[in-house]
């Protein structure tokens, strides 16, 4: 059998944003989607990965850090770690076996047997939902929004706790027929623990430019406090859970 290898971008040893508690995180390397305001674009290629890891490798460098994250746990985000499934699901199952609490930060856009599979051993799902919007979804992604939805019900189906992710763009997604409508929605998924409203920020610009790509939000100014605060409350008016 050939030996399963992971295309991994970089690892943090103490996240505290990516899930309950203080995390290690791997950044794995790939993603199908362009967002417009990706902090992470050099993540996008899976072949420019820095290192090639097998689970076991990887988990080896957790296990460093054990005395540390074990209130906390491991998450795999990217990139889009479920590009990888078959790493995914061989390095949280040596997580679950030792203990950890796995997450898993993912835009949704793939579902087949073997992510399913992955998704056993993930006890959170942290899911980005770019736009409810069809048409800005793809305009934003660059990729279809169905994908996105049917996984987001899968996720319901199978009962998985679930944390929704939402970053909010001046111009694009700070619009609050948007908001009413993805706010509608979340409130159909009762798996959904709560919603993280993330402002639009422009720490990640000088990556775009440093992968030779063109940032097209470049002057767009980060989230005023007033208008994150008028999205946390069109979601709290709902029942939902912000943070």
Known sequence: MEEIMGYVHSHESFGTVDGP??????????????????????TWEKNNAKYRET??????????YKNFIQSG??????????????????LLKLCKKDGLHTAVDTSGY????KVKEA???????????????????????????DPVLKFAQYLK??????????????????????????????????NVEKVELLPY????????????EHYSLKGVAPLSKERLENAREIFRKRGLTIQ
Request: net charge negative.
């Open 21 to 42: 508690g203080i995390r290690y995180i791997v950044f794995l390397q790939g993603c199908p989607l362009r967002c417009r305001y990706c902090h992470n674009a050099d």
């Open 119 to 145: 998704l056993e051993y993930t006890d959170l799902v942290l899911l980005d939902i770019k736009c409810i919007d069809p048409e800005t979804h793809k305009s934003l992604t660059r990729v279809e929004l």
């Open 73 to 90: 746990g491991v998450t795999l985000t990217g990139g889009e770690p479920l590009m990888q499934p078959d790493y995914v699901r061989e």
């Open 157 to 190: 189906e199978i009962g998985k706790k679930t944390w929704i992710r939402h970053v909010i763009v001046p111009g694009i997604t700070d619009n609050d027929e948007y908001l009413n409508k993805l706010a509608d929605y979340v409130k159909t998924l009762d």
């Open 110 to 113: 793939f579902l087949n047997d």
């Open 201 to 212: 920020h422009t720490l990640g610009e000088y990556k775009w430019d440093n992968i030779g």
């Open 55 to 64: 689970p076991e490798q990887t988990f080896k460098e957790i296990c460093k």
